[in-house]
C-alpha cells in the first residue's frame, strides 16, 4: 500500500500515521520529522530549512523534492505512508512522475478534516518525545507520567514551531498551499474525507475502515 495522508497542521497526520504503519506493516515517511533530524544532525539541508520552519513557512520545493525521493524509493517494495508530503501541487505532480517512472502509484488518499480553532488546542498542548518521537496532548493523549515519554523515559518537550504566531501562519500557509493538493488528488486518485474532529481513537477506527474495505476489494 502506499497511502498519503493530508491535513492541516496539528490536524494528527502523524499520531495517525503512527497507527497506520503499525497495523499494514508500512513504513512511515514523515518530512518534518526528517527535517528535524537533519536540524539536530546540523548538516547543510537542515541549515537551508531551518529559518522556513521557525517562521512557518514551507522549505522550498526543490529541496524537499529531492530529500524524499530517496527514502520513497528505499519504501517502495514495503510499502509507505507519507506524512506532511507533498504540500504542494508541484510536490504532488513530482511524486506522481516518480511513482510512475517506478510502475507504481498512490493507493489512497486520506484527508484529514478539522477546524482550526480546535487545532490551534492541539498544537499548544502538543508534547513530543526528542529521543523517540513519540507525541502527547497534555489534556487529550497523556503520557502516564506528567512530562515523561512511556517508552523510553525521557523529558517531554514543545516544538519551536508550536507558538501561537508560528501556529497561525503555518495555518495561513496549509489554507493557501496545501489545501489545492487535496483538489488535485481528488481529480486523480481516491480520496477519503475524515472527521477529524473526534478522539484520536475515533478517527483510527474510520481510517481503518477506509482501509480495511480498499485492501479487500
Ligand atoms: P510538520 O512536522 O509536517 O508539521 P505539520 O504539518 O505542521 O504537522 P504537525 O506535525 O504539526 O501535526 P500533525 O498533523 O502531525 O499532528 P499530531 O499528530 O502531532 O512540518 C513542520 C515544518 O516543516 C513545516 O511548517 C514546513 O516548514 C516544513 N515542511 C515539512 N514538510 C514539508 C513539505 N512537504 N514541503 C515544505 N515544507 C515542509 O497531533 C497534534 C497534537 O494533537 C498532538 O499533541 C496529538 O497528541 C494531538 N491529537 C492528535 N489527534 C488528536 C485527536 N483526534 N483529538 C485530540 N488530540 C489529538
Known amino acids: 500500500m502506499r497511502i498519503v495522508l493530508l491535513g492541516a497542521p496539528g490536524a494528527g ?59 520513497i524509493k528505499k519504501a517502495a517494495d514495503s510499502g509507505f505512508v ?65 512530562g515523561i515519554c512511556d517508552n523510553d523515559g525521557d523529558k517531554l518537550v514543545q516544538r519551536p514551531d508550536d507558538n501561537a504566531e508560528v501556529v497561525a501562519n503555518r495555518l495561513k500557509t496549509y489554507h493557501q498551499q496545501t489545501e489545492p493538493v487535496v483538489a488535485y488528488y481528488k481529480n486523480n486518485n481516491t480520496v477519503y474525507d475524515i472527521d477529524a474532529n473526534r478522539t484520536a481513537d475515533e478517527v483510527t477506527a474510520a481510517i481503518f475502515e477506509n482501509l480495511n474495505a480498499m485492501v479487500s476489494v
Request: proline share 3%.
Open 13 to 71: 497526520k502523524g499520531t495517525q500515521c503512527k497507527r497506520i504503519a503499525a497495523k499494514y506493516g508500512l513504513v512511515h515517511l514523515s518530512s518534518g520529522d526528517i527535517l528535524r533530524q537533519e536540524r539536530a544532525a546540523g548538516s547543510n539541508l537542515g541549515k537551508k530549512a531551518q529559518s522556513y520552519m521557525d517562521a512557518g513557512e514551507l522549505v522550498p520545493d526543490k529541496i524537499i523534492v529531492e530529500m524524499m525521493a530517496g527514502a
Open 82 to 146: 507519507l506524512d506532511g508530503f507533498p504540500r504542494t501541487v508541484n510536490q504532488a505532480v513530482e511524486l506522481d512522475k516518480a511513482l510512475t517512472s517506478a510502475g507504481q502509484k498512490i493507493n489512497a488518499v486520506l484527508n484529514l478534516e478539522v477546524n482550526d480553532q480546535l487545532i490551534v488546542r492541539r498544537m499548544a498542548g502538543r508534547r513530543s518525545c526528542p529521543k523517540c518521537g513519540a507525541v502527547y496532548h497534555i489534556e487529550n493523549l497523556k503520557p502516564k507520567a506528567e
